[in-house]
């Protein structure tokens, strides 16, 4: 059954490490939803067996440096994959920023896909999305509206219409 979450309703907690602040938007058996808010460059937290999906809530983008890895350039709006236990630190490219999170065990396929709406235009979440986030604008979903920062979790195959820009998490 569809469940709303409003983004007043999320609590901020600082990250693991300390070093910034995150809200928990959901969590099950191996996965967590969070949207974090990135002060400048930071550290990120370590997660044992986690493969992350980081997406930029817009701003000027970041600079991932993972351990033993090229930087990873990531822009607004655009899902990067990486793994959560390798050390990683955050450059940022100009400002403050917010950023949308999945982290799901390893093995425990999780997909993100980020979706721009015009006002009268929808797509159809998949039988496996957990959650769709409204990251701008508003959005309807199975009969209910999302403002930004708002989620649903366990949608179903409910059409998703805008105008607004929906991020969903298949997990």
Known sequence: MPTVIRAADLEPRPWPNGLGI??????????????????????????????????????????????????????????????????????????????????????HEARVAVRSLAAGHAVHATPRCAAVFCAAGSLMAGGERLEAGDTMLHPGAAAIEGPGIAILVDL
């Open 22 to 107: 995150t809200r928990d938007i959901a969590a099950g058996e191996g996965w967590l939803i969070t949207v974090a808010d990135l002060a400048g460059d930071a550290a990120f937290s370590r997660f044992p067996d986690t493969d992350r999906i980081f997406t930029l809530l817009g701003g000027a983008g970041v600079t991932l440096e993972l351990e033993g890895r090229p930087p990873l350039a990531c822009l607004p709006w655009v899902p990067a994959g990486f793994p959560g236990d390798v050390p990683t630190f955050c450059r940022m490219g100009g400002g403050p920023a917010r950023a949308f999170n999945v982290m799901a065990r390893r093995g």
